[in-house]
């Protein structure tokens, strides 16, 4: 299963909302549909599973959303420490994938 | 808390092998299937293997498939993944990582080491 994500990159200010996309080449269930994010450095971190469940210490800021081949990543209000990449995930069907990322940059 | 500290990486030259490992701790290893990411730098993420909570099922990525062996350890709480016939290509920094159950696939990876750096280069 291929992701395709969108935007590449995203440039928005703190406070404003922002909404990433991933899109699978074919359709799988939203239960093995997850998001990470990763800053310079660090390894990635588990934000969103199950396309919706956030993850354990996730502030509800962030959200998912989706089905089928369209899914959605949603950061209500940016925070100066959301900027970063954001990479999807599907878990359900080798061979996992990753989707190529969005970077989320302070406009 | 879930720690997993990663050792092994190096520069070796093409055709080399190399082992990577993974100790854990902070939870029961073997009720966790585990798994191996990899990252060029500046670049996306890569799933290279995956290893069921119990060694009875180990999936690869078409590109390391048949070179790279991943295993664990329960007694020593280790994951390993074995690399040989080392390519340029692979060439980047491994993460290994918790799977959130027990088979490598159907969970996301919810705990992941601090990663250690791969360099092939003749």
């Known amino acids: 299963i291929v992701l395709t994500q969108s935007p590449g990159t995203l440039s928005l200010s703190p406070g404003e909302r922002a909404t990433l996309s991933c899109r699978a080449s074919?359709?799988?269930?939203?239960?093995?549909l997850g998001w990470y994010q990763q800053k310079p450095g660090q390894a990635p971190r588990l934000l969103i599973y199950g396309a919706s469940r956030r993850a354990t210490g996730i502030p509800d800021r962030f959200s998912g959303s989706g089905s089928g081949t369209d899914f959605t990543l949603t950061i209500s209000r940016l925070e100066p420490e959301d900027f970063a990449v954001y990479y999807c995930q599907q878990y359900g069907s080798s061979p996992l994938t990753f989707g190529p990322g969005t970077k989320l940059d302070i406009k | 808390d879930v720690l997993l500290v990663q050792s092994g990486g190096g520069v070796v030259r093409p055709g080399e092998s190399l082992r990577l490992s993974c100790a854990a701790s902070g939870f029961i290893f073997d009720d966790y299937g585990m798994t191996w990411v990899r990252q060029v730098p500046g670049e996306g993420l890569e799933w290279v293997a995956g290893?069921?909570?119990?060694?009875?099922?180990?999936g690869y990525a078409d590109s390391v498939r048949g070179r790279f062996a991943i295993s664990r350890d329960i007694a020593k709480k280790a994951l390993y993944l074995q690399m040989n016939s080392l390519r340029a290509e692979d060439t980047a920094l491994y993460y290994c990582?918790?799977?959130?159950?027990?088979?490598?696939?159907?969970?996301?990876?919810?705990?992941w080491g601090q990663g250690t750096v791969v360099i092939v280069s003749s």
């Open positions: 990582a918790r799977v959130g159950g027990r088979p490598f696939g159907d969970y996301p990876f919810d705990f």
């Open positions: 290893i069921n909570w119990n060694n009875s099922t180990a």
């Open positions: 074919q359709s799988f269930s939203s239960s093995y």
